[in-house]
């Protein structure tokens, strides 16, 4: 019997099961190899401290980083590539570095740099799934941590100034789309109709960008103008998470739908119970009918009923 796995991650939002780019790639991979994880959203402070997220824990060993993590699966008989060709598993490695090189930096400048960005959604949204008093303190870090891995990427002051950098890392992303979204053509997956490691690495870099509500959109608003990319998103959302496009889980309605035909149906039978004991009462020689006794009326003129009290 294998040995239980479970993962810490950031949680989600937005119809994600989770926000963050690592934590997305690594579910969806498990997702797709069929790797039995247990998933657990982050309640210890100081992890999201140290800013090792998502982490991975099987007995004794700990990995983290979805690089190490799919290694980890992949030695445990759980493969997305299994059927992969040499030359499909190159592409992989070339696409995966195409991603870190010129998405990733639009993505992390997106959440964590772009001020009304940051300010409005990411660092409340981030600071709620914290503890104080590291709330105060853990945004702020990933901020300056995103900004200096751009820098590190793209180069910055004196070379370039921050202005130029920005301008640069928005044009390399959206050619970097453009470029995804010429390579999936009308397939459902990058290698056909079965989702690999480069699926699973693409949906963590475009899920966050297509479904969070920020007031700044200029990437948002060219991914959505390559529809093809949007498709791909929400057919692994619906088909490996069970989330419907606007975010909802198709399973939760039917619960909802069970649960409400569970109290009509009680409902039913207290009405039969009660009509039962009525005529009961009434055949009865020792217990006559009683007279209801009359309603007082309210001020104004209305009958003080339990639904008129209980109205705002």
Known sequence: MAAPMELSCWGGDWGLPSLHPESLTVMAYAKFSGAPLTVNTINNSWRA???????????DTVISQPAKILNFLRKQKYNADYDLSAKQGADTLAYIALLEEKLLPALLHTFWIEAENYCSVTKPWFA?????????????KMSREALKRILLTK?????????????????????CLNLLSKRLGTSQFFFGDTPTTLDAFVFG?????????????????????????????????????????????????????????KLTQLVNKESNLIEKMDDNLRKSPQHPPRKLTTL???????????MSRLSP
């Not at 401290?49 to 007995?59: A, F, N, Q, T, W």
């Not at 180069?155 to 050619?175: C, H, N, W």
């Open 128 to 140: 709620s799934r914290i503890a104080f008093p590291l709330s105060l303190y853990v945004p702020g």
């Open 205 to 261: 870099f475009l899920a966050p960008i297509y479904k969070v509500c920020f007031p700044r959109v200029q990437l948002q608003e060219h991914l959505k103008q390559l529809p093809n990319l949007c498709r791909f998103c929400d057919d692994i959302l619906t088909c490996y998470f069970r989330l419907t496009v606007s975010g909802h889980s198709p399973a939760g309605q039917d619960t909802a739908d069970a649960n409400l035909q």
């Open 155 to 175: 180069g910055g002051p004196p070379l370039y100034s921050l202005t130029e950098v920005e301008a640069q890392i928005y044009r390399d992303a959206k050619e």
């Open 49 to 59: 401290l140290k800013g090792d997220l998502p982490v991975l824990v099987s007995e």
């Open 296 to 306: 007082k009326l309210a001020a104004g003129g209305e009958e003080s009923s339990p």
